[in-house]
């Protein structure tokens, strides 16, 4: 069930580790009160590092794109999976050895920097593979992955994202590409370094530590983000409370139907939210869910609502969200059915 605070968001937990794309940007552009929230959240004391499952673009040029919406960032503070995976397969292969990489130079990059070689072929014998996606990827390449891998390469890869949006439309991503490899060898990567695995978040821990600080404690670290099935999912397997923002992908009704792994523990319209304490959200002994003014109740198979102030049967506030959310979590784990993608389920209340 949803968490409550006594204090702001930002005061009380030490370290964000915040998604960018839906969270801080979309594209190119920033999303509302981004900047100015993560500008105030640093100046009570939360410490921001910035996760992402993109493998192919560098820290540096994501740096400075978020210092070009007004925020202080350095280029260690970007986490990719690029960063992540190199960090990973340096523990499980001794330093100097051969690895096969595909992806981006970014990927490549973070191979050298971990003392490690990167190569290209299969027959420079690497004995671990890392692969990733970036536009130019061609057969070849795959190809060669495949081949390392059946001659016994410990297999990682950067994430396991089966689609990626892209100007036209949506893409096949770089899980959709591991699937092929998959496919022609029957082995499974060892480790992915993107969400929703909790890697990207432990790595951050590290990093942060790296700077000369102490490990922050994964109860002191909150996972931000816009997507269930990722940022959120990451932060629930590797056991960190998670914030979800409704500035991206995630939107009432799927928080509503989302099932235990991918309910945040926090449900925020923007990241103002970083900088006001939560509301709890409790049900009384009639089985009505109250979160401040907001009510939230099933009866019959159909979701009931009030924002309290007397517009009913309405989603039209960030309370009523959570109070409807605490309802229809409850429902489900009760053992009632919730979806009504077959028809059946509960009646949800249209949306303002």
């Known amino acids: 069930m949803l968490k409550s605070t006594d204090r702001p968001i930002a005061a009380t937990y030490r370290l964000a580790l915040l998604d960018l794309d839906g969270v801080v940007y979309r594209g190119k552009n920033p999303v509302e009160y981004a900047a100015d929230s993560i500008r105030k959240a640093e100046a009570m004391g939360m410490t921001v590092e910035y996760t992402t499952n993109n493998s192919s673009r560098f820290q540096q040029v994501v740096a400075d794109q978020l210092k070009g919406f007004g925020l202080t960032v350095e280029p260690h503070q970007i986490i990719t999976s ?69 001659r016994g390469a410990k297999y990682f890869v950067t994430n396991r994202d089966l689609t990626i949006p892209r100007e036209l439309g949506i893409a096949p991503g770089c899980g959709s590409m591991i699937r092929a490899v998959i496919n022609a060898t ?36 909150l996972a931000i983000g816009d997507r269930l099935d990722t940022d959120i999912e990451a932060g629930n397997r590797g056991g960190y409370d998670s914030l979800a923002v409704l ?83 409850a429902y489900s784990d009760a053992g009632d059915v919730v979806s009504r993608n077959d028809g059946s389920g509960v009646e949800l209340p249209r949306f303002a």
């Not at 103002?272 to 409790?282: D, K, S």
Request: net charge negative; proline share 5%.
């Open 82 to 150: 690029s960063v992540v995976a190199a960090r990973m397969v340096a523990r499980f292969v001794p330093k100097g050895s051969k690895v096969l990489v595909l992806g981006a130079d970014h990927l490549r990059q973070e191979v050298e920097r971990q003392g490690l070689v990167a190569v290209e072929q299969a027959e420079d014998n690497p004995v671990a593979v890392i692969q990733g996606w970036y536009p130019q990827m061609t057969w070849q390449q795959m190809a060669e992955v495949s081949y390392a891998v059946e």
């Open 186 to 221: 029957g082995v499974e990567p060892i480790a992915s370094a993107g969400k929703p695995e909790s890697a990207m978040y432990d790595e951050a821990r590290l990093l942060v530590a790296d700077e000369g600080e102490d490990l922050v404690a994964k109860e002191d670290c």
């Open 247 to 329: 500035t991206g992908v995630t939107n009432p009704r799927e928080l509503m139907l989302a099932p235990a792994h991918l309910r945040p523990s926090y449900i925020v319209l923007d990241l103002r939210g970083l900088l006001e304490p939560q509301p709890a959200v409790t049900c009384d002994g009639d089985g009505v869910w109250h979160c401040r003014q907001a009510t939230a109740t099933i009866t019959n198979g159909r979701l009931a609502v009030s924002d309290g102030t007397g517009t009913t049967g309405v989603i039209n506030d960030i309370d009523v969200v959570r109070a409807a959310c605490a309802a229809m979590w």
